[in-house]
């Protein structure tokens, strides 16, 4: 297991620019693929980015396409998470995630959980 604390979050405005970091402990000499999801009011869990250990190998959600980008940097155990011309229905609780498997984060069940960084985007 590891235990993953996220951090970067807050307020901005549409167009503006945020960049999460998500930093690993704990169990980090396995090779995981690390992610983002999120969660809006009123709705479920959603993947949004995630990249494989090697940081060779980077997925993203539709929505997110040519506006986020995920990159992790090992030798520091952080994952980041730079997003950029923000909308409004990006606002969600964006959540740090840590599995073997990319496509376990992708299905929402990863192995370990971050405890949530807000983002909100105003219009």
């Known amino acids: 297991q590891v235990q993953l604390v996220e951090s970067g979050g807050g307020l901005v405005q549409a167009g503006g620019s945020l960049r999460l970091s998500c930093v690993v402990s704990?169990?980090?000499?396995?090779?995981?693929?690390m992610g983002w999801c999120r969660q809006a009011p009123g709705k479920e869990r959603e993947f949004v980015a995630a990249i494989n250990w090697t940081g060779g190998s980077t997925y993203y959600t539709d929505s997110v396409k040519g506006r986020f980008t995920i990159s992790r940097d090992n030798a520091k155990n952080t994952v980041y998470l730079q997003m950029n011309s923000l909308k409004p229905e990006d606002t969600a609780v964006y959540y740090c995630?840590?599995?073997?498997?990319?496509?376990?984060?992708?299905?929402?069940?990863?192995?370990?959980w971050g405890q949530g960084t807000q983002v909100t985007v105003s219009s």
């Open positions: 704990g169990r980090t000499s396995v090779n995981y693929a």
């Open positions: 995630a840590a599995a073997i498997y990319v496509s376990s984060i992708r299905t929402g069940e990863p192995t370990s």
